[in-house]
């Protein structure tokens, strides 16, 4: 998760399995639990949006990569394979609990 320029965003995987980051607006939330195993960095900069390459960043929850490097957000939009390995092995440890 991250809180971009004030809007809560999930990384998910998409219709094609694929990550994307959508807003939480379009989901419903059934289990507000998270990972133990997530970590939470607050301000720091990060992911550019699309439209403007301009980006407030108030925060990232998630697994260590997404939380701390920059980089592997832009692995993840260029479907980088070491990048999708970590995304699809994350996806499976937190779905095993």
């Known amino acids: ?7 809560l965003t999930v990384l998910v995987a998409d219709d094609y ?3 994307a980051w ?7 939330v059934e289990d507000s639990s998270l990972p133990g195993h997530w970590e939470f960095a ?7 949006s699309p439209e403007s390459g301009e980006l407030i960043c108030g925060g990232r929850w ?4 997404v939380v701390h490097s920059d980089t592997h957000y832009y692995d ?6 070491e990048a999708l390995r970590v995304f699809n092995e994350e996806r499976s440890r937190s ?3």
């Open 22 to 28: 959508l807003p939480l607006q379009l989901f419903e």
């Open 42 to 48: 607050a301000g720091e900069a990060g992911m550019p």
């Open 76 to 81: 993840l939009e260029e479907r980088d394979s």
């Open 62 to 65: 998630g697994y260590s990569e």
């Open 1 to 7: 998760m991250a809180l971009l320029n004030g809007f």
């Open 17 to 19: 399995d694929k990550p």
């Open 95 to 97: 779905s095993r609990g």
